[in-house]
């Protein structure tokens, strides 16, 4: 992908702006009066989104991009995890599926007075058949208004009906892990998976003071809402998702691999509240049909 040629069909000065990114690929910056968010090409991971006034709302590893490769998992930003969550739908598909690991096309970008956007696609190939053989299209839209908008459409193109799911993994930055609480979540059902215990209720607000990966079954209702209150940043960031009936909340606390990009204090700088389509199995998209999963995102200063 040539970043020139990105320029001149997609980009627009001091609003859309195409660079050199992880690995050769571009990444692609956009902006508007209400903040920027730069995206990756590779993966179509949301690496920052910094809202005006604030300090970024993403955490992103210390590790540099360059050494970054489409055979590594990426422990930052927004990644992509389609079509699977996890591993426990599919064991023949990579762990979160393999989009957050492919390049995708620019399909469209658009700017107005209040809204940037950048459209991507990806779509069934014949390398994409030697992981999962079905017919897909894959849309992301990635928008700057107020607040950082992620719209992932998944559409079922071929003949026969595939089972999926799918997810956004963001990992939000914050000033010390175990200073902040995830509000949201009181009297919901949730399965642990550090202790590998299922039916346990939440009773309140979610304190992170401990190594977590609970998956919360939301009840069905048009929107789903968050907040991850950080009492270290004096900052809340707002969370409305739509296309989910799961949430996940993960941080591993010190047990952090050595193979991973994560350096040994890491753990304490981000928390991952995530909007989740279907777990532990998915769903089926007939032939011609559609899922379309959201989730903004908004910070508020003094929110705490």
């Given at each position: 992908m040539n970043v020139q040629r990105l320029n001149s069909s997609f980009g627009a000065p001091g609003r859309i702006v195409f660079r050199e990114g992880f690995a050769g690929y571009p990444n692609v910056v956009i902006a508007n009066q209400y903040g920027s968010a730069e995206i990756s090409l590779l993966g179509a991971n949301v690496l920052s989104y910094r809202p005006t006034g604030h300090s970024d709302v993403l955490f992103r590893p210390a590790r540099r991009d360059c050494e970054y490769n489409r055979g590594d998992s990426f422990h930052g930003g927004v990644p992509v995890c389609w079509p699977q969550f996890g591993n426990r739908f599919s064991r023949d598909l990579p762990q979160h599926g393999f989009a957050r690991k492919t390049v995708f096309e620019v399909r469209g970008t658009e700017y107005t007075e209040e809204k940037t956007e950048v459209v991507l696609g990806l779509k069934s190939d014949d390398e994409t058949k030697k992981l999962w053989p079905h017919d897909f299209d894959l849309e992301y839209r990635v928008s700057l208004t107020m607040k950082l908008n992620l719209t992932l459409a998944t559409r079922n193109t071929g003949k026969e009906p595939f089972d999926f799911n799918c997810g956004f993994h963001p990992y939000f930055l914050v000033r010390d892990r175990n200073a902040v609480t995830v509000r949201g979540l009181a009297d919901l059902e949730y399965f642990d998976g550090v202790g590998n215990k299922a039916g346990l209720m939440q009773e309140g607000d979610l304190v992170m003071d401990h190594a977590t990966d609970y998956i919360y079954t939301l009840p069905e209702a048009p929107k789903h809402e968050k907040a991850i209150l950080d009492a270290g940043l004096r900052r809340a960031v707002a969370m409305v998702s739509t296309g989910d009936s799961r949430t996940v909340v993960w941080n591993p606390g010190v047990d952090i691999s050595?193979?991973?990009?994560?350096?040994?204090?890491?753990?304490?700088?981000?928390?991952?509240?995530?909007?989740?389509?279907?777990?532990?199995?998915?769903?089926?998209?007939?032939?011609?049909?559609?899922?379309?999963?959201?989730?903004?995102?908004?910070?508020?200063l003094e929110g705490v």
């Open positions: 050595p193979q991973s990009d994560l350096a040994a204090e890491d753990w304490r700088r981000f928390v991952c509240v995530e909007p989740v389509s279907d777990w532990p199995g998915g769903r089926t998209l007939e032939p011609g049909a559609e899922h379309v999963l959201c989730a903004s995102v908004q910070a508020h």
